[in-house]
T-cell receptor, first 108, second 113 residues
Framework: DAKTTQPNSMESNEEEPVHLPCNHSTISGTDYIHWYRQLPSQGPEYVIHGLTSNVNNRMASLAIAEDRKSSTLILHRATLRDAAVYYCILQGAQKLVFGQGTRLTINP | SAVISQKPSRDICQRGTSLTIQCQVDSQVTMMFWYRQQPGQSLTLIATANQGSEATYESGFVIDKFPISRPNLTFSTLTVSNMSPEDSSIYLC??????????FGPGTRLTVT
């Protein structure tokens, strides 16, 4: 499984945008880039995914570099409820393999 | 979306005993997965539970230790056998009902004393 590299932790302020980076230099042409997050004491939840083009949904935006070797999850206006561990995952086969993720702290 | 429930939500067990964790989904799904999350760690995939066939285990996990059943498209069990304190973890059931989105249960918190 191709690996991803994320910062261990990040901090931001409430109501400000947050940019969570992910490096995946060994990504293959068929790998989708997925983002999940895990709120405290809960199972992970799907955030967004993409292949080549930037993607938007009600939760976040995903910006994918032209060479696909990195991506950025964008939370446009962070709230306290967005405090979680965010996982960037490459999915080629059927299974999701989690890395260590980024622990996001939101300051009020 | 799929709604997943797990039983029990938590348990404290003595070493050497076994615990069976149940996973119930509110819709029929093809792919079910079992994950383990050790304290302070990320999720590790244990196995893929296939309906009507043997589960597919990841490296480091064996059927004798973690037998899995998948009798139908809405239900699966994971047994943690001959438990030791190192098995203390959260065990999560997960399903995929679309090509891209995977759903996770609330987890079963297991403490082995």
């Amino acid at each position: 499984d191709a690996k991803t590299t994320q910062p261990n932790s990040m901090e931001s302020n409430e109501e400000e945008p947050v940019h969570l980076p992910c490096n995946h230099s060994t990504i293959s042409g068929t790998d989708y880039i997925h983002w999940y997050r895990q709120l405290p004491s809960q199972g992970p939840e799907y955030v967004i995914h993409g292949l080549t083009s930037n993607v938007n949904n009600r939760m976040a935006s995903l910006a994918i570099a032209e060479d696909r070797k990195s991506s950025t999850l964008i939370l446009h206006r962070a709230t306290l409820r967005d405090a979680a561990v965010y996982y960037c995952i490459l999915q080629g086969a059927q299974k999701l393999v989690f890395g260590q993720g980024t622990r996001l702290t939101i300051n009020p | 979306s799929a709604v997943i429930s797990q039983k029990p939500s938590r348990d404290i067990c003595q070493r050497g005993t076994s615990l069976t964790i149940q996973c119930q989904v509110d819709s029929q799904v093809t792919m079910m997965f079992w994950y383990r999350q050790q304290p302070g760690q990320s999720l590790t995939l244990i196995a893929t539970a296939n309906q009507g066939s043997e589960a597919t285990y990841e490296s480091g996990f064996v059927i004798d230790k973690f037998p899995i059943s998948r009798p139908n498209l809405t239900f699966s069990t994971l047994t943690v056998s001959n438990m030791s304190p190192e098995d203390s973890s959260i065990y999560l059931c997960s399903v995929r009902d679309t090509e891209y989105e995977q759903y996770f249960g609330p987890g079963t918190r297991l403490t082995v004393t």
